[in-house]
């Protein structure tokens, strides 16, 4: 493992560890082919937003080099709730689809938390099923969102402990938060999870040894929030006006007291798409042992 060190906090780069994933999803994509099986990952959008289209191609760019097919099914910024839910339907029972992305954000009058729960678990690779969710909470297999599973994937990676650890997530939504704080619970780590009202924000995160930023707010997560020897992971990607990407860490003031920092660009956001391409790998093998089950049961 490679690491760079700025003012001495360590850069917690997700570079090498998305490319070991990759290589994982590749094997297990020659392996199902060698076996007839070409594995397809379909992702679902509705928008026009440039960044969206961006990180979308992204994926796709990334599912080919790992040989995973990907269908990209664009209904436009104008999509109805039904026209989406019966994409979502037909994807969920199509044999030849075994991963799903519903992406957002999706037409203001679409209601997602519907929509996402039309994805079979099976297929629900990144985890936004609320049943996948509701698994996870009572330690059942699922699919965790990958974003959150990449924050954990991370950690071990640099060999930063997680048992016995107080960790602090600073935001509570279903697809990062609420799961990243559930992962790290069943590491058994003490999590605290903050929000928009929990009010100062450094009664939470210095005492934590760890804390995971996804809020979305630029420069949220300074140094003066911090105890030296924390080790800090930066899930927020905001867009600035000059088309810069950041996170919601203030890296000035960060750098030098965190033990440790995952960049934006450059951290967890390569490895959950990796992940993506890893649960859809998983997931079409899931699928075909089904149905070799399903076969040789008939034959009985
Ligand atoms: P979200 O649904 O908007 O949730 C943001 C959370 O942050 C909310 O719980 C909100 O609190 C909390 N929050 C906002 N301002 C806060 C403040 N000042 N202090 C404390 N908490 C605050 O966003 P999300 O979908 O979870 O995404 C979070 C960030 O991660 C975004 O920047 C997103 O782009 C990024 N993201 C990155 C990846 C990746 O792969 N790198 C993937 C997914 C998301 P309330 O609940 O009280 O409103």
Redesign the pocket.
């Known amino acids: 493992m490679s690491t760079a060190v700025r003012g001495n906090t360590e850069v917690l780069s997700g570079k090498e560890l998305a490319s070991r994933i990759q290589q994982h999803a590749r094997d297990e994509a020659r392996i199902l082919h060698s076996e007839g099986l070409r594995i397809t990952l379909a992702v679902v959008v509705a928008t026009e937003d440039e960044s969206t289209h961006w990180y979308v191609r992204s994926i796709e760019r990334a599912a080919e080099r790992a040989g995973i097919a990907c269908r990209i099914v664009d209904l436009g910024p104008d999509a109805s709730e039904q026209a989406l839910a019966g994409v979502l339907e037909d994807l969920s029972a199509e044999p030849t689809v075994h991963g799903i992305i519903l992406q957002t954000p999706l037409p203001a009058a679409v209601r997602a938390d519907r929509l996402v729960g039309l994805i079979v678990p099976g297929k629900d690779i990144d985890g936004a099923n609320p049943l996948s969710l509701g698994r996870l909470a009572v330690g059942q297999p699922a699919f965790a969102p990958?974003?959150a599973q990449?924050v954990v994937e991370l950690l071990d990676h640099f060999q930063v402990p997680i048992a016995g650890r107080n960790v602090a997530v600073?935001?509570?939504?279903a697809?990062?938060?609420k799961p990243l704080a559930l992962l790290l619970l069943e590491r058994d780590a003490t999590v605290t999870i903050?929000?928009?009202?929990?009010g100062p924000?450094e009664r939470y995160t210095r005492p934590a040894d760890v804390v995971v930023v996804?809020?979305?707010?630029t420069g949220?997560l300074k140094g003066s929030h911090l105890s030296p020897e924390t080790v800090v992971i930066d899930?927020?990607?905001?867009v600035l006006p000059d088309g810069s990407l950041v996170g919601?860490v203030d890296e000035a003031s960060v750098t030098g007291v965190a033990a440790g920092l995952s960049p934006v660009p450059g951290g967890?956001?390569s490895v959950?798409t990796a992940l993506l391409l890893l649960h859809t790998a998983e997931a079409a093998r899931q699928q075909s042992h089904a149905a070799l089950l399903t076969a040789s049961t008939s034959r009985i």
């Open positions: 990958a974003t990449a600073v935001g509570r939504s697809v990062v938060g903050c929000h928009s009202k929990s924000l996804a809020a979305g707010r949220l899930v927020g990607t905001n919601d967890v956001g959950t």
